[in-house]
C-alpha cells in the first residue's frame, strides 16, 4: 500500500530536481498536473521540513536537508560500485570510476585505480564541470536539453584545454549523439594525453555514470571501440544488482 501525498511529495522533488533546482509554483502545478492548493500544501511541508525552501522571488528551490540525504546515498551507490569497478580494470586494465550529477556539478564517488605505474587518478570527492569531462557529458545527456542547456548556463564553459567544448550549441550536438549511441568519450578535453569513456548508470536513484580512463597512447582509438561493450554490460549487471536490492 502506498501513501499518495508522500508520492507526490517525491514528484515535486523530482520535478525541481529536473528542471535544476528551482521552480515556481504555476511551474510546479502545471508539470505535476496536480491542483495548485495541493502543490501549494505539500510544498510549505517540505520547506517546513527542509527539504525544500522559498526564495525571496517566491520561487521554491530544493533544500538543505536534501544535501546529507544525497551525500550519504551517493557514498552507498559508489560504495555498491567499487565491485563493478574492480572487474572493469581487471578487464580493461585502466582507472575505472562512478560520478554522480550533484547540482551542477560532477562529483567522484569511486574509483579503482589502474595497476600501470602511468595511471589516471582522480580523488574520490572531487568536483568538476559537466560539460569537459566524460561522465560529465555522459550526466548531462540523460537531462533533457533545455536542462543540460541551463546547467552549463549557470556553470560556464571555460577551456580546460584546446579540445575542450565551448559552445554551447556544439555540446548540445555532442549530447544528442551521445544519447543515439549510449556512451560518451572525452578526448583530452579534460586534460591533454588523457582519454576517457564512459556510460550512462540506469535506473540509480541519482544520475550516475561509468568511465574508464588511461593516457591516450594505451586508449587509441581501437582500444576504445572494445572498451565500449564491456562498459555497457558492466552498466546493465549494475543495474540488475541495484534492481535486486530494492
Not at 556539478?105 to 566524460?134: D, I
Not at 571555460?158 to 549530447?175: C, V, W
Request: overall charge negative.
Amino acid at each position: 500500500m502506498t501513501v499518495r501525498s508522500l508520492e507526490r511529495a517525491f514528484e515535486l522533488l523530482e520535478h525541481l530536481a529536473d528542471a535544476g533546482g528551482e521552480m515556481a509554483l504555476t511551474e510546479l502545478t502545471e508539470r505535476s498536473g496536480l491542483p495548485m492548493p495541493t502543490v501549494y500544501r505539500l510544498m510549505q511541508t517540505l520547506v517546513g521540513h527542509g527539504y525544500a525552501r522559498q526564495e525571496a522571488s517566491r520561487r521554491y528551490a530544493l533544500g538543505p536537508r536534501l544535501i546529507r540525504l544525497g551525500d550519504s546515498a551517493s557514498r552507498l551507490l559508489g560504495t555498491w560500485a567499487r565491485p563493478v569497478l574492480a572487474a572493469l580494470v581487471d578487464d580493461l586494465g585502466e582507472t575505472a570510476n562512478m560520478a554522480v550529477l550533484e547540482g551542477d556539478e560532477v562529483v567522484y564517488v569511486a574509483q579503482v585505480p589502474s595497476r600501470h605505474s602511468m595511471r589516471m587518478f582522480t580523488e574520490v570527492g572531487r568536483r568538476v564541470l559537466p560539460h569537459c569531462t566524460g561522465v560529465g557529458k555522459a550526466l548531462l545527456a540523460q537531462l533533457p536539453e533545455e536542462v543540460a542547456r541551463e546547467i552549463v548556463g549557470r556553470t560556464g564553459m571555460p577551456a580546460r584545454t584546446p579540445r575542450t567544448f565551448t559552445d554551447p550549441d556544439a555540446l548540445m550536438a555532442e549530447l544528442a549523439l551521445i544519447r543515439a549511441r549510449g556512451y560518451s568519450i572525452d578526448d583530452e578535453e579534460q586534460e591533454l594525453g588523457v582519454r576517457c569513456v564512459a556510460v550512462p548508470l540506469p535506473q540509480t536513484p541519482a544520475l550516475a555514470a561509468l568511465s574508464v580512463s588511461g593516457p591516450s597512447g594505451r586508449m587509441t582509438p581501437e582500444t576504445v571501440e572494445k572498451v565500449i561493450p564491456v562498459m555497457r554490460d558492466a552498466a546493465a549487471a549494475f543495474a540488475v544488482e541495484l534492481a535486486a536490492r530494492d
